[in-house]
């Protein structure tokens, strides 16, 4: 079959890659969670073979995952793992960090609140996880692309939409994790880090 591809992986690996690097550099397994087309996974671990990286996605989206697996052959990626954050059982792995990027969005609230409370219940102390895409903070949009592409969202799915920064800290705390860092990327995205605590 033809690989799947999405430009915008092309666009954005590099930016997230320069914030993530230093994040992950004493870490050993990452778990990234909607892995999409795959093309961020073979990016960062061509680029950080130090870390065994477990790519998850649901069931439906396997096969074109595979197909980057298996085009790259990289030794230190593995799945992909079946892992739909509310009906799944989430695999029994051990990570220093998880990992997603451009899923909070697309997901229902209801979704949000079982991603957070997967990863904290997977991570130890310590343990990083790492949210890409694009958020508002205190109800309010960072751009009006953002705003924008909040609306077109919710016409699509009223349940979508742009997350709130403040919102997600709330899910965090309840699980412990603790935010540590909001870094500001191209194209009004960013890379929000919590810790276990």
Not at 18 to 44: M, N, S
Not at 125 to 154: C, V, W
Not at 161 to 175: I, K, P, Y
Request: glycine share 6%.
């Amino acid at each position: 079959m033809n690989k799947p591809y999405a430009d915008s992986c092309d666009r954005n690996r590099d930016p997230i890659l320069e914030v993530i690097a230093p994040l992950l550099a004493d870490k050993r397994a990452v778990l990234e969670i909607g892995g999409g087309t795959g093309q961020h996974a073979i990016y960062f671990a061509q680029k950080m073979p130090h870390l065994i990286w477990h790519i998850s996605d649901r069931r439906h989206n396997h096969d074109a995952i595979q197909s980057w697996l298996d085009e790259a052959a990289l030794p230190n990626v593995l799945g992909p793992f079946e892992l739909d954050v509310l009906r799944s059982d989430w695999p029994s792995l051990k990570v220093d960090a998880v990992f997603s990027a451009n899923t909070a969005h697309i997901m229902h609230w209801r979704d949000v609140e079982a991603l957070f409370a997967g990863v904290g219940k997977l991570l130890q102390t310590g343990g990083l996880f790492i949210l890409y895409g694009p958020f508002s903070f205190g109800g309010k949009h960072t751009s009006e692309s953002n705003a924008l592409f909040d609306m077109r969202l919710q016409r699509q799915d009223p349940f979508m939409g742009v997350r709130d920064v403040d919102e997600l800290n709330v899910l965090a705390e309840e699980t412990r994790m603790a935010f540590q860092h909001d870094y500001p990327l191209p194209a009004n995205n960013r890379v929000l880090l919590w810790k276990k605590v």
